[in-house]
């Protein structure tokens, strides 16, 4: 066994991951919350609680803020952007060295296979050494003048900055609001999700061995309304990131309102996957099966819409359901085909998506039951879905369901699958499979999304910008555009004779 594989053996037969952090991280050390009070954290795979955090309050979150502040004004925007750099690629090389134990606590938490977690922590390792690359790369522009002025632009980090972070790819979004906050020369403030903290506090703690100094990263543990909520109208707080629901996201950009605080939002998601009678058979339906099923569709760029043309819609379907019905359900240690879902309250709102469209007399290919995990009969799991034939105006086809349930839509033509694509208050992502390069292209083109995959899903990575459109929110993470994000630009202009 690999040594991710051990640890996880024996976390299955302890039940717990010895080590957790228990308390906030915040000026450099763990501290327990100013009202010593405490919060379970559960495996979903057994749908048990393994551990205990901090349950903050507005106390802690002052503190943290306040401790933010003053590391930004004191040091960190003042730090040469080459000494940033330095220590967000030891920040990197650390994640590496820490990979199994970060994975199995981000399985262990969120639920998710083993194999997703540790691709999502190799890929919060990629996150930072992408952004120690951009750190001193962040060049003004100069002006165009009359021969006696001279007039340039600098970016400027915008300050202390706020993230919010889902419980569904916690070391991921996390890595990729901080490290390019980081390198702009902000610090950060961040809440993880209340279903999900260990692996922000983790990484908080990664950063600082890194040699980053005390204050400029801190991470407050709570719940939303004790933690989130007055994270998000500080005073202090000069910039929010916030991943999540439409409906909370909502309420973070009322709250940010009140000080004019900037915003980056990624919500929810319906994404359509556009397969065409030309698609490479093989490869669309490895495509549809990745984008709907990996982290059990807790995903919000998920492809959970599969727009296909009528011609090849019946056996694509039938070769779609033999596949997902030979998924292997499991504990997310195990290595399973599908995990959990991460919580039971979720996985009631899932169900209750499928037991609607059943009452209304949708076709379920497959699927549409809660169920557990074979191995013991625990756990929060619900079996991989399919929803075959629906229609614009079904509930399962208009509101993201955030579980392994896929619908299908049966479009007549290209032109047809586009105008279903886009029949949609979400616009995050898109895929599309064809052999026809061309109209792969004319689709892209018009399918209203942040961003779009051509033949295969979830192409690209760090260097590919990501956010949504309409009702997915706004601002984007990742790429050269994700730094921006974090920066205001100044303009100065000078007669110079």
């Given amino acids: 066994m690999t040594s991710a594989e051990t640890l996880a053996a024996k976390v299955l037969e302890t039940g717990c991951l010895e080590g957790l952090p228990a308390g906030h991280f915040i000026d450099g050390s763990f501290t327990s919350a100013t009202n010593n009070k405490t919060l379970e954290s559960f495996d979903p795979g057994r749908a048990k609680a393994f551990a205990v955090f901090a349950a903050g309050s507005i106390e802690d979150v002052d503190q943290a803020?306040?401790?933010?502040?003053?590391?930004?004004?004191?040091?960190?925007?003042?730090?040469?952007?080459?000494?940033?750099?330095?220590?967000?690629?030891?920040?990197?090389?650390?994640?590496?060295?820490?990979?199994?134990?970060?994975?199995?606590?981000?399985?262990?938490?969120?639920?998710?296979?083993?194999?997703?977690?540790?691709?999502?922590?190799?890929?919060?390792?990629?996150?930072?050494e992408y952004y120690a690359g951009a750190c001193d790369k962040l060049q003004g522009d100069s002006f165009p003048l009359a021969g006696d002025y001279i007039g340039y632009s600098i970016h400027e980090p915008v300050g202390v900055t706020a993230h919010i972070i889902p419980w569904n790819f916690p070391i991921s979004t996390a890595a990729r609001g901080f490290a390019p906050a980081l390198a702009a020369g902000c610090t950060v403030v961040a809440k993880p999700a209340e279903q999900t903290p260990f692996t922000a506090l983790m990484l908080a703690k990664i950063l600082f061995d890194a040699g980053l100094p005390s204050g400029v990263c801190n991470v407050i543990t709570g719940l939303g309304a004790e933690v989130g909520a007055p994270l998000s109208r500080h005073s202090s707080v000069d910039h929010i990131t916030f991943t999540g629901s439409v409906q909370t996201g909502r309420a973070v950009m009322t709250a940010a309102a009140e000080?004019?605080?900037?915003?980056?939002?990624?919500?929810?998601?319906?994404?359509?996957?556009?397969?065409?009678?030309?698609?490479?058979?093989?490869?669309?339906?490895?495509?549809?099966?990745?984008?709907?099923?990996?982290?059990?569709?807790?995903?919000?760029?998920?492809?959970?819409?599969?727009?296909?043309?009528?011609?090849?819609?019946?056996?694509?379907?039938?070769?779609?359901?033999?596949?997902?019905?030979?998924?292997?359900?499991?504990?997310?240690?195990?290595?399973?085909?599908?995990?959990?879902?991460?919580?039971?309250?979720?996985?009631?709102?899932?169900?209750?998506?499928?037991?609607?469209?059943?009452?209304?007399?949708?076709?379920?290919?497959?699927?549409?039951?809660?169920?557990?995990?074979?191995?013991?009969?625990?756990?929060?799991?619900?079996?991989?879905?399919?929803?075959?034939?629906?229609?614009?105006?079904?509930?399962?086809?208009?509101?993201?369901?955030?579980?392994?349930?896929?619908t299908v839509q049966v479009a007549e033509d290209a032109e047809h699958a586009l105008t279903l694509a886009n029949d949609c208050q979400y616009g995050l992502v898109a895929g599309i499979y064809t052999e026809n390069f061309g109209q792969a292209h004319q689709l892209a083109k018009r399918i209203d999304a942040g961003q779009i995959y051509i033949n295969e899903y979830f192409a690209g990575g760090i260097e590919v910008p990501f956010g949504g459109n309409k009702k997915s929110g706004f601002g984007r993470e990742k790429g050269l555009e994700g730094v921006r994000s974090y920066c205001k630009t100044k303009s100065i202009a000078a007669k110079i004779a």
């Fill in 65 to 128: 803020v306040e401790s933010s502040k003053r590391a930004f004004e004191n040091t960190w925007r003042d730090t040469a952007p080459v000494e940033r750099a330095r220590i967000l690629l030891k920040t990197s090389a650390l994640i590496l060295e820490n990979l199994d134990r970060l994975a199995v606590a981000e399985t262990l938490d969120s639920g998710k296979p083993l194999q997703e977690a540790l691709g999502d922590v190799r890929g919060a390792a990629r996150t930072f």
């Fill in 259 to 406: 000080e004019i605080t900037r915003v980056v939002l990624e919500l929810g998601g319906k994404s359509p996957v556009v397969v065409l009678n030309d698609a490479n058979r093989a490869q669309a339906i490895n495509g549809v099966i990745g984008a709907i099923y990996e982290n059990a569709g807790q995903i919000c760029s998920a492809g959970s819409r599969l727009v296909i043309e009528r011609g090849i819609h019946a056996g694509f379907v039938e070769e779609l359901v033999d596949r997902v019905k030979a998924l292997r359900i499991g504990h997310g240690l195990t290595q399973p085909d599908l995990g959990p879902v991460n919580s039971a309250a979720h996985l009631e709102k899932i169900s209750g998506f499928v037991e609607r469209a059943r009452l209304g007399g949708a076709t379920i290919a497959t699927g549409g039951s809660v169920t557990e995990d074979p191995s013991t009969g625990g756990g929060w799991f619900y079996e991989a879905t399919i929803i075959d034939q629906a229609q614009p105006e079904d509930e399962v086809v208009r509101e993201e369901i955030f579980g392994p349930v896929l």
